[in-house]
């Protein structure tokens, strides 16, 4: 009998579930094929070993995706003819189907790991009640991207009760209600089990909660018109205030200092793909560099995400306009801009430090100065560069963390979940149904957010919905998040979200390059005579493109072609299912 992909990627990992070699730090495991399950979690540092490699290997495959999904589908990234920008993603689409997939095996490996360190006899309970606990995390974690997602999805307990079964090509959908509650309950498990403080990089009670309260806040606009469900609003607010009064956690002084390989395990990162710069066993790194930055931008000749970059739309946000405002006459008071985006004019201290730093039109046009030589040219038609997700070459990461990078392999840290997005759910979720806020403590998260970010901004007395929706696309962009956004406010706020969606400016601009290189070259910002040098027309806006074919229908992407056909009952409708009496941990 045939098994749908999304399950063989799940059921698969009833063994042992470790297919590895060692890495740095905590993320520290056994040697393939030198233990089994009789053999391994027998002492306490093995359970942290059996238990480490869910913070990478599962998840590369929707590494590679997330942003397609959470930026270009959002409207925060163009990515030229994808499917993502324009909205005619289906069940084919490679990074779909791997993303898909590498989203239940997360789910696979949790569930094992689960039970292996629920029947080992060696460790102490404490340490195995740890490890469990993250376990529950990460699957909550992969089913929060899955529900939000596609929508409906089967619920996997636990794989070696669905193989014992002999029933997995007959799972059904499940009422999304359902798989909230079932993410919920699997939390309040987590929360049992993990402690109040761990090691450095690791999940622990406060950072489940984070997470806790941050389904909360998805979950209750579900199934309601116009207001959101009161009793999860209330829930996402205590859960989320009670990290921020208890846990001991900060926000980092500074926002670029976030996202640098110093600080892979800072306070303010509360969840994480925690990965390695090895390629053995390949999946266990960040590739993301690759795929974001523009030709040359490392020494391995391995990136080419030059033409793709923030948004016209993004830009926007920040009060960019890369056409009519010259780099040195550009106003940038929100630090997050050049965190976010690169634009001509600027410059970075903390890449390629050993070469004074990086200055960005010098490496598009001076390109025997950076790495494998830069492009020659802008590349990206929107005028930006990414900036997150990037490490810098060699020496960078041999700096911060006394490792060197691969061909397509880094040390970076994936922040998924941080201290200024609970900052922000708080101050929503006490806002909640109301047109504006006054709240003190409400006030207080927020201003703490965009006070960091806009140092001489005069912290606001008052906070609307669309204050804090615009907060939060300014603070995560380009870190895979908007798209989820957007899916939750469509939960009950359908034709708003639709409305924002299409009126977007996902087109590029023509003849930057010869724009960019003038100015480079003669410090002068003038289009006309930019054009003359360049032998091309006058830069410009594209608004040829039409805006994105947005219904009720796309806030959920389609399931795998492949599976859908080999079982059915993913093309029907979902069951109800009470998870509380049918589950349990």
């Known amino acids: 009998m045939k098994i749908p992909n999304y399950l063989k990627y799940s059921l698969f990992a009833v063994g042992l579930g470790l297919s590895l070699t060692s890495c740095e730090d905590f993320l520290n495991r056994p040697a393939e094929d030198n233990y089994n399950v009789d053999t391994f979690y027998t002492t306490d540092e093995q359970c942290y070993m059996g238990v480490n490699y869910l913070y990478n290997s599962p998840w590369y495959d929707f590494q590679r995706g997330f942003i397609k999904m959470g930026e270009v589908l959002s409207g925060n990234m163009y990515m030229g003819s994808s499917p993502y920008l324009d909205f005619s993603l289906n069940g084919t689409d490679t990074d779909l189907v791997n993303m898909s997939y590498s989203l239940w095996a997360v789910i696979g490996h949790a569930n094992t790991v689960y039970r292996n360190l629920g029947n080992a006899s060696g460790p102490s309970d404490e340490v195995k009640a740890i490890c469990q606990g993250e376990c529950l995390t990460w699957k909550a974690m992969a089913y929060f991207y899955l529900v939000r997602s596609f929508g ?56 489940a909660e984070a997470l806790l309260a941050k389904v909360y806040l998805t979950r209750s606009g579900l199934g309601q018109t116009g207001t959101r469900n009161q009793a999860d609003l209330d829930m996402a607010a205590k859960l989320a205030k009670d990290v921020i009064d208890n846990s001991g956690r900060h926000l980092l002084a500074s926002y670029s200092d976030v996202f640098r390989l110093s600080n892979n395990e800072s306070e303010e990162s509360l969840i994480a793909w925690r990965w390695s710069a090895s390629r053995q066993p390949w999946t266990q790194q960040n590739t993301l560099q690759s795929d974001l930055a523009p030709v040359g931008f490392d020494e391995f000749g391995d990136c080419w995400g030059g033409y793709n970059g923030p948004s016209v739309d993004l830009q926007d946000a920040f009060g960019v306009d890369v056409i009519k405002t010259a780099p040195n006459a550009r106003l940038d008071v929100d630090t997050r801009r050049k965190a976010t985006m690169m634009l001509p004019g600027d410059k970075y201290e903390y890449f390629w430090t050993d070469k004074g730093g990086f200055d960005v039109l010098r490496f598009c046009y001076e390109p025997d100065d950076y790495g494998k030589g830069g492009p020659g040219e802008w590349q990206c038609p929107t005028g930006a560069y990414n900036v997150k997700n990037l490490y810098g070459n060699t020496y960078d990461h041999l ?86 956004d957007y899916v939750r406010r469509s939960y009950y706020d359908m034709d708003a979200t639709i409305a924002e969606i299409t009126s977007q400016r996902r087109n590029s601009y023509w003849n930057l390059n010869a724009l960019y290189k003038y100015y480079y070259e003669t410090g002068v910002w003038d289009i006309s005579k930019a054009a003359e040098a360049g032998d091309s027309n006058e830069a410009g ?21 492949e599976d859908a056909v080999i079982n059915p009952h993913l093309l029907e409708d979902a069951i109800h299912v009470d998870v509380r009496s049918e589950y349990s941990y």
């Open 399 to 484: 700096q911060a963390l006394g490792t060197s990078p691969d061909n397509m392999a880094n040390g970076l840290a994936t922040h998924i979940l941080r201290l200024s997005d609970l900052y922000l759910i708080y101050a929503e979720a006490v806002l909640g149904n109301q047109s504006s806020t006054t709240d003190a403590s409400a006030l207080e998260a927020f201003n703490a957010v965009r006070s960091r970010a806009i140092p001489s901004a005069t912290p606001l007395t008052s906070i609307t919905f669309q204050d804090v929706w615009k907060e939060r696309r300014l603070e995560l962009a380009g870190e895979g998040d908007r798209w989820y």
């Open 541 to 561: 806006y594209d608004d040829q493109t039409a805006a994105p074919r947005v219904t009720a229908s796309s806030f959920t992407i389609p399931f795998p072609t």
């Open 152 to 207: 409906e999805v089967p619920i996997i307990h636990d794989n070696a009760d669905e193989i014992a079964s002999g029933t997995y090509n007959d799972k059904y959908k499940v009422e999304r209600a359902d798989v909230y509650e079932y993410i919920v309950m699997t939390l309040e498990k987590a929360l049992e089990l993990l402690p109040k403080s761990a090691q450095k990089g690791r999940i622990d009670y406060y950072c």
